[in-house]
């Protein structure tokens, strides 16, 4: 990408919310390491395994409309800042923890990342000439890249030190913490949304788009597969090579593989979204990650960790569409519709963990995860229906 193509790279407010994203997420994905050894120690089943991650991504999903509300009303700073301090005390505090006192800190977590992701979404979301589509995806690949490294490094902390080890995290998140003091200024927020809403040329053209309702249920049906297909391999997924008897180290580098693809992935249809209808970048998404999905859990050896790069990378792709999707209903309330957006989404993948975790306890985890294969394939017939943005330049389409 050319240097004009990324000129909100040099922005100071978006370099700190993606710098925040990055470790929020690392926390966020070493958590489902974390909650896998805990289940191991405790001996916990599938149901409350989900149980226990469905009670922290409630917390995170439920609060993101609250915060999105807040966010619009007050600016961004205090609850980026906010939002990554309470996660880092926390989790600091399930790393020294007893474990039961652990896995209560882990679901207390969610609420900082309720706190941060429509706030920061908010900051990188404003309309950039054309460049939207890419600066939200650019932001969302930083925080896969946090839930790529997160396990990997959990794994390795885990398997060096035991549980303890797992405080160096919270302790490297300060970082963020200091860019979002630092870059985010009071009142940052108002000043921004109000030149996002002059940019708006009529009201007219900031109307929702005709048969909003039918639109907003595919869009809705697309988010629950997508979420679902990420939530579930992230949650269980470690929990199931644990019980296969792999080391940690090893649970990790296959768990953030398929967050590695979902970053890129999320780039590479954010860049095509700027470039063609938004609608195609869904339904190549969703079709490609069918069989990566149904094979990764079966296949031996190398060919495990190519499947699951290659399921979070189609998986990833529609993810800055159908977040910008939804904010073209709400085109003066950024951050709700971010928290709205990423709220449902956060909740419907951990009701349909959940859901998965039950079923799991009946025919088996591997199975179950297999089964998830089935959730794109409603996603791609479900985006082959949606209309085609009209009225709109092709490097702007959405």
Do not use: C
């Amino acid at each position: 990408m050319a240097v004009g193509e990324v000129g909100f790279l040099r922005e100071r407010p978006y370099l700190a919310v993606a710098i925040t994203h990055f470790f929020v997420d690392v926390l966020n994905s070493g958590k489902n390491l974390l909650v896998a050894v805990l289940a191991l120690a405790i001996g916990l089943t599938n149901t409350q395994v989900g149980l226990a991650l469905l009670l922290y991504n409630v917390g995170s999903s439920l609060s993101q409309p609250l915060f999105g509300w807040l966010a619009d009303k007050a600016g961004p700073r205090w609850l980026v800042i906010g939002g990554m301090g309470w996660m880092m005390a926390f989790y600091g505090i399930a790393a020294v923890a007893g474990d039961w006192p652990a896995l209560i800190a882990l679901t207390m977590a969610g609420l900082g990342s309720g706190a941060f992701h429509p706030t920061g979404t908010m900051v990188a979301s404003r309309e950039r000439r054309g460049q939207r589509a890419r600066a939200t995806a650019v932001f969302f690949m930083a925080g896969q890249l946090g839930l790529f490294a997160g396990p990997v490094l959990t794994g390795l902390l885990l398997h060096a030190w035991g549980r303890p080890g797992y405080i160096v995290l919270p302790l490297l998140s300060f970082m963020a913490f200091v860019s979002g003091w630092r870059w985010l200024a009071e009142g940052h927020g108002h000043q921004h949304t109000a030149l996002a809403q002059t940019a708006v040329p009529s009201k007219k053209e900031a109307a929702r788009p005709s048969g909003w309702q039918k639109h907003t249920l595919m869009i809705g049906l697309i988010i629950v597969g997508y979420s679902t297909v990420s939530v579930a391999a992230m949650s269980f997924s470690p929990k199931l090579f644990a019980e296969l008897g792999f080391a940690e180290n090893y649970i990790g580098w296959l768990s953030g593989l398929f967050m590695l693809g979902s970053a890129l992935g999320g780039v590479t249809g954010g860049a095509l979204a700027d470039r063609i209808p938004g609608k195609w970048v869904i339904v190549l998404g969703t079709m490609g990650a069918i069989l990566p999905v149904y094979f990764y859990i079966p296949t031996p050896g190398l060919g495990r960790f190519l499947l699951l790069f290659l399921a979070g990378f189609f998986n990833g792709m529609p993810h800055s569409i159908l977040i910008i999707k939804v904010q073209t209903l709400l085109p003066n309330r950024q951050a709700l519709a971010s928290g709205l957006a990423l709220g449902f989404m956060f909740f419907s993948g951990s009701v349909g963990s959940f859901i998965l975790g039950i079923i799991a306890d009946h025919v088996g985890l591997g199975i179950a995860l297999q089964g998830t294969a089935v959730l794109p394939f409603i996603g791609m017939v479900t985006g082959l229906l949606l209309p085609l943005e009209r009225n709109q330049k092709p490097s702007t389409q959405i």
